[in-house]
């Protein structure tokens, strides 16, 4: 992303700026006397080195006098690229201030306002945008939803999906993405309802799609997707029998792999998992379907403990040649499950694309980083960073775990410290310089970065969630921890994290009894060795030894032994 080419023009100028520097390099020039070329060759050579907020705040400073429309594109582009949203916003603002009718700017601060989970300011933005582009409202909104599929403050864009939906009532894909956005944020009852007010416009013709949109154009493709949507919305609901029953009866009337496929998805989503395995198997003799049933049967079997099964699933999987990426990286996991870490190494040095190829690096660096290879390690985590700069945030907090789990606490709070300076906006590195603090004793320093989250994010569940599950963990301030639990929870009824803390809270206050349905209910959904280390303390608390017992050991054999599990494990053991 950040390889672009400078032109001959570009290194005219970056010329003539290097005669000039030869005076004197100990100051830039007055900003007024610094031509936007200089910011903008000093923007792409950035760039080309990998330094994203140089890039962006040259760019930035380019656009602040600026009317030049390309220019202020291309500004905008490279803020959104380098993760800086905050200069987006303040390019876009500068951008609509020349055109207030630019469609392109308007859907650049929706972009913008939503990364800052700043909800109502990036609706009214794309409530321009879907009335104003030129593909038309529908598929306009087809657009976004794939947008929104992907973003990564999926809370924000369920909250932006209701506003959007709002404004146009009478729009079926409004419905539709809004129904989507809500399963995706764990709110499934809204889903249901929306799902069912979607299905009952779909009857009409949808819009003609244009070459560069996401297409629903076949009614019969997009009412089933719709219905599957109900489906599974209603299932995570907890209302499992209906949606089964017509979903098998469909399959009895119609036996196509898609709707044996379907099927098996929905059982996964009831946790039937060996009428799903069942249904799966089936699959895995048809050529066409044959890979992707092998690439579901593997992830279930692995998240289930069972990890022989996963990897004769997985190596069968290879020898198809479809998923290869998936398949390799699981195999380097369950290697490194059964502590052969030099065939690990090999596996994820084989993970070259797809979602998987950055955790196998950053699996590989840790190994590498605990055996001794701490050079070998830090080299391989810079080229991560700079050949998926996109990721860096994310790179950034794994690898800052990586030298903290390796005792170098100094080092991880530097990589992190760095990381905040150059991605600012970086919510994802707050969170992890929080965890790090508090694992290392720091709890006023972890709920003091938790608590500005919070407040710069007021309505996001993932941010009241965090801050309130840390007080309750530490016994701090449990009525406010309460509060914050109780408003994720109301935003996100079906999120296992949150369900989780619910669960805890209520435990720290006393309150048994009541916690274990919202722990049973997370542990479901996530068998999480934190939750099942919390589920299992308070079956031990009421009496139930042998059921926190098998909770433990189920959830250290369906994944890598959980130090929570562990340690709480010694110590009820030890005070009994």
Known sequence: MFSFPISAKAFAALGMLACTACVGVASRPDEAEVPQAFYTVTAEIALSRHEARVAALEYAAAAESSADVALLRRAAEV???????????????????VDPAAVDAHRAAGKAAL????????????????????????????????????????????????????????????????AFAALRADDPAAAVRTFEAALAVAGGPPAAATP??????????????????????RILAGDQVEPLAQAKDLLDRVDTVENRLDYALLLLAAQQTSAARAQLSMLTRDPGSGPLALRLLGLVEYQDGRLDEASARFAELVTTGKFLDDAIFYLGMIAERHQDLERALRLYAEVQTGENAVPALLRAAAILKAHGAAPAADE??????????????????????????AGDLPKAIAVLTQAEAEYPDSVELRYAKAS??????????????????????????????????TLADNRRQLPVARRLIERAHAAAPKNASILDSLGWVLFRQGHSEEALPYLNAAYADDHDGDVAAHLGEVLWQLGR?????????????AGAENHLVNTTRVRLHASN
């Open 436 to 469: 790090l603090s508090e694992e290392h004793g720091q709890v006023a320093a972890a709920l003091r970065e938790l608590k500005t989250v919070a407040a710069l994010r007021p309505t996001d569940p993932a941010a009241l969630n965090a801050y309130g599950y």
């Open 380 to 405: 391989l985590l810079d080229h991560l960073v700079a050949e998926t700069p996109q990721r860096a945030p994310e790179i950034l907090a794994a690898r800052a775990r990586i030298d903290a789990e």
């Open 79 to 97: 803020s959104a690229e380098c993760l800086q949203p905050t200069l987006a916003a303040g390019v876009a603002a500068r951008w609509l201030d």
């Open 212 to 233: 560069d949109e996401p297409s629903h154009a076949d009614p019969e493709v997009a009412r089933r997707e719709l219905t599957q949507g109900l489906w599974r919305a």
């Open 545 to 557: 030894r042998s059921d926190a017992e098998r909770i433990w050991s189920d959830a250290n054999k």
């Open 115 to 178: 990364e800052l989970h700043k909800i109502e300011q990036s609706a009214a933005h794309y409530r321009v945008v879907l009335k104003s582009s030129p593909r038309g409202t529908d598929g306009e909104f087809a657009v976004l939803e794939t947008e929104l599929t992907g973003a990564g403050n999926l809370f924000g864009a369920r909250q932006l999906a209701d506003l959007l939906a709002g404004y146009f009532p009478e729009s079926g894909a409004a419905l539709r993405m809004q």
